[in-house]
């Protein structure tokens, strides 16, 4: 991500951990401001390697850090990319492209004989909605949070500008050219602890300039040279660019290419000045991400979800009738949506297609106001599509509705951990969460139902393995069939 080969370069070179400490105001708040670009510590935040999808272990982690920052002495202002500029859709779907092979293996995993056996740690990638599911527990944390319309560098860019911030927390290199971002550090690297603080690799701006020759205005031109997600640059000819100037990484190359023939360069360079323009955030009050993204732009993109693709329909085309259904109950004539649905080609995932609303669609209800309504609500869409079976219908609403107590036979019943999900557990859960999702879409000034409320990944999964737990004795018969099989909307009519 960013300008390439400078993370390399970077940590070859210039970058070293150092200890983050400022002081605080008199009242005892930080005195300064760190913007963190989020999405780059998503494997922070959600447990690289597990498939459990525990939002309250994700919670408590990010107040824990928010905390640790706030002692010393630094604010996070948090920002998230909520939607994907169009000069990366190219680059954005070929990630997807790559997600896709490593779910088909993972789909192959786990109806394998090594079953219980963890799949590769390379296999995983954080549950889809994670910008979401991130920007409520930084919230639920107290920090600002912003959302971003297409691509969050350029509105982080402004936010470090607009605080006055101390520098950048990220993976992404474009922050060492971007204008006023004095100090990047790389997330990757953070470590916290209550004796060390918090240490971070981090580079200066005046270090890299100094290293390269370059002023602040000319490292543009290193994008220019060596290309981003957005600039193609000159990766064809780079090894004749090392060799031709004696050096050793293509960063150097571009410094001198910059420096002795700029006007070789001088419409890329101009290109890559015009990409590095800092954007100010357009506020937000929808209830979640995508909602905002849907009804700011009439689009709507979903990546891959983390499904079993031996079923009928995929996760996509299930949610569909739900996504026209919230379309029309927010007013909308068309929408564009871009959905990564695995039996489709990469080309019709960024081509698109529209969705036309009329007045006779059936509209969304509004969501209820209580947890436990809102996955029966849910989970009686999903079972109106014939989508789960009656044991996930009861376990997804169980596990919300009957948390306490469930969790109380959980830990007596043992001591080991939940193993690997199983597939077609992990298909209903996923179904469940992008259900709830989409729901809540195009709604201002309703609170939503954290994640953590919604959904328990440990004790969803343990009583999947333990399927004797859902005995009768839990739920009584009457309070079952009023409460759950009592339909709360006709989603049959969507």
Not at 33 to 55: K, Q
Not at 140 to 157: F, K, N, Q, R
Not at 362 to 382: N, T, W
């Amino acid at each position: 991500m960013g300008v390439r080969q400078m993370m390399t370069f970077v940590k070859s070179t210039i970058q070293s951990e150092r200890r983050l400490q400022a002081p605080l105001n008199p009242d005892g708040s930080p005195s300064s401001v760190i913007v963190f670009d989020a999405l780059g510590g998503m494997r922070r935040y959600f447990n690289e390697g597990s498939y459990l999808w525990d939002f309250q272990w994700t919670r408590d982690q990010v107040r824990s850090d928010v905390n640790a920052f706030r002692k010393a002495g630094f604010r996070l202002v948090v920002v998230l990319d909520g939607g994907v500029d169009t000069e990366k859709f190219r680059t954005w779907f070929g990630r997807r492209r790559e997600e896709l092979k490593h779910l088909r293996r993972l789909n192959t995993h786990l109806t394998s004989y090594r079953l219980h056996e963890a799949p590769d740690k390379e296999l995983w990638h954080p549950p889809q909605g994670c910008s979401h599911y991130l920007a409520q527990a930084f919230r639920d944390a107290g920090c600002e949070v912003h959302i971003s319309l297409e691509d969050a560098d350029h509105e982080i860019a402004w936010l470090v500008a607009h605080h006055g911030a101390f520098g950048v927390l990220t993976c992404d290199t474009d922050f060492i050219v971007f204008p006023g971002v004095d100090r990047y550090m790389d997330v990757n690297t953070l470590e916290i602890g209550k004796k060390k603080g918090i240490r971070v690799g981090m580079v200066c701006k005046e270090e890299i300039c100094s290293e390269l020759g370059l002023s602040e205005e000319e490292l543009p031109g290193i994008a220019a040279v060596m290309g981003n997600d957005v600039i193609k640059g000159a990766l064809g000819d780079l090894q004749a660019l090392q060799l031709k100037w004696g050096v050793q990484y293509g960063v150097q190359a571009a410094a001198c290419e910059v420096k002795s023939c700029p006007d070789a360069w001088s419409s890329k360079i101009e290109q890559a000045k015009e990409y590095y323009v800092p954007v100010e955030p357009t506020p937000n009050n929808q209830c979640n991400t995508k909602g905002f993204i849907l009804m700011q732009t009439q689009t709507f993109m979903r990546g891959i979800a983390i499904e079993a693709l031996n079923k009928e329909r995929s996760i996509h085309e299930t949610l569909a009738p739900l996504s026209k259904a919230v379309y029309a109950r927010s007013g909308l004539k068309s929408v564009k949506e871009h959905l990564c649905i695995p039996s489709m080609r990469v080309e019709q995932w960024k081509d698109g297609w529209t969705i036309e609303i009329t007045e006779d669609d059936v509209k969304a209800p509004m969501p209820p106001s209580s947890p436990g309504e809102v996955a029966i609500l849910i989970c009686q869409y999903l079972r109106a599509q014939n989508a789960i079976s009656d044991f996930h219908f009861c376990a997804l609403i169980g596990h919300v509705v009957d948390r306490n107590l469930l969790r109380r036979e959980m830990k007596a019943a043992t001591k080991k951990p939940v193993g690997v999900p199983r597939l077609e557990d992990l298909h209903a859960s996923a179904l469940y969460l992008h259900a709830i999702e989409i729901l809540w879409m195009g709604i201002e000034g309703v609170k939503e139902p954290r994640c953590w409320e919604m959904y328990d990944g440990v004790l969803f999964h343990f009583l999947c393995q333990k399927r004797q737990l859902l005995d009768p004795k839990f739920w009584p018969k009457n309070r079952r069939m009023l409460e759950w099989d009592t339909p709360m909307f006709d989603w049959k009519s969507a």
